[in-house]
């Protein structure tokens, strides 16, 4: 089946203003499956660690997915991590992504529809379904620079 996303970049070093993304995703996608689509929506480069949380804010995680500084505990700790596994999530609580933990971009995830879809014949997912906002700059070149 297939779930809906909101996808809202709400921090980083660059960001100006805020960007949403609405994604597609399989229900039985792994949380690293999740990564790479929220990366790819913004146009970002995926070559740094990441991490999810539940909770209510970053001070205020209930878990953690992958919070380990060795990549590859984190990775295989992530790709298991199944969304139909994650969800449904109590009310007062979403997941969030933390990405390239120097730059500090965080990503609020919310599932839109309650009832998951069936997949369309010929469509790959995930896939971005709509676009609010430009992408964020993930390296900005700076005048001071040139």
């Not at 990564?35 to 929506?41: L, Y």
């Not at 500084?69 to 969800?87: I, R, S």
């Not at 709509?130 to 070149?141: G, I, M």
Request: aromatic share 14%; hydrophobic share 35%; charged share 25%.
């Amino acid at each position: 089946m297939i779930w809906t996303f909101r996808v809202e970049c709400i921090r980083g070093a660059y960001l100006t203003p805020p960007c949403i993304r609405v994604i597609e995703i399989d229900s039985g996608s792994s949380l690293i499956d999740l990564h790479d689509a929220i990366p790819d929506a913004v146009q970002f480069g995926r070559d740094h660690p990441c991490e999810f949380y539940v909770g209510r804010s970053y001070r205020n995680r209930q878990a953690v997915f992958h919070d380990s500084l060795d990549w590859d505990e984190a990775f295989n700790a992530c790709f298991q991590a199944a969304l139909d596994h994650v969800y449904p999530l109590p009310k007062s609580l979403r997941l969030s992504h933390h990405f390239d933990f120097g730059d500090r971009w965080c990503f609020k995830i919310r599932k839109v529809r309650k009832k998951p879809t069936a997949p369309e014949a010929g469509v790959h997912y995930p896939r971005v379904i709509e676009a609010q906002r430009p992408n964020p700059e993930q390296y900005p070149v700076h005048d001071w620079c040139s």
